[in-house]
């Protein structure tokens, strides 16, 4: 069946420093990546997300590139911010799973100024 | 983008009650919507997929008679927690998958507790 691992957390940097989760996953086919994040205390938003092998997704300074050789699909942040303190969530989904998307365990990110 | 609203945003009630939380795309037509629970500290549990016009399927070890799921229209789906206990209480929430795209749309989420 399909899976993610996510880089375990927490994980707690100074502003402007660069960040990297990493992300590996298992599918059948060619799934969709996404990372999500949640902010304290609310449900999940899409952070940006990649549809075929090669494609970057990019959203407010992050980004992520699908990699098929190396299934992978890492985040990535030059200079994070105080205000990027969230939990990150990589996941996939694939139309063979019936639209259900498949999550990693979420990486707690802290940032202190 | 598309918006998913959900409420109560957080709900309080006694043992033995039961509680019912909405889920509602607000811009968009969901045939499919997700039910999650979240301890905390802990990824999402997927509990249920529910379907416009159909019953819900539920994952393995969910209680269906527990968690009762209606998803009567194509923009409205609920969650009843019946005759809640405290080991009930979590952070719940509902989401809509966008057509043919696989991304999900998430409520704000609700936290229930269960005194």
């Known amino acids: 069946g399909n899976s993610v691992t996510q880089m375990e957390g927490p994980v707690t940097l100074s502003e402007e420093a660069f960040l990297t989760i990493n992300c590996t996953y298992t599918a059948t086919g060619y799934p969709s990546l996404f990372w999500y994040v949640q902010y304290p205390g609310e449900g999940l938003q899409l952070l940006l997300k990649a549809t075929k092998a090669d494609d970057k997704g990019s959203n407010k300074g992050f980004e992520a590139t699908y990699r098929k050789e190396t299934t992978s699909f890492h985040l990535e942040k030059g200079s994070v911010q105080v205000s990027d303190s969230a939990v990150y969530f990589c996941a996939l989904s694939a139309l063979t799973n019936a639209g259900k998307s498949t999550f990693g365990d979420g990486t707690t990110l802290t940032v202190k100024p | 983008g598309a918006v998913v609203s959900q409420h109560p945003s957080w709900v309080i009630c006694k043992s033995g009650t039961s509680v019912k939380i909405e889920c509602r795309s607000l811009d968009f037509q969901a045939t499919t919507m997700f039910w999650y629970r979240q301890f905390p500290k802990q990824s999402l549990m997927l509990m249920a997929t529910?379907?416009?016009?159909?019953?819900?399927?539920?994952e393995q070890g969910v209680e269906k008679d527990k968690f009762l799921i209606n998803h009567a229209s194509l923009t409205l789906s609920t969650l009843t927690v019946t005759s809640a206990h405290p080991e009930d209480s979590s952070f719940y929430i509902c989401?809509?998958?966008?057509?043919?795209?696989?991304?999900?749309?998430f409520g704000e989420g609700s936290r229930l507790t269960v005194l």
């Open positions: 989401s809509a998958s966008g057509e043919n795209t696989g991304e999900l749309f």
């Open positions: 529910s379907n416009e016009g159909s019953k819900a399927t539920y």
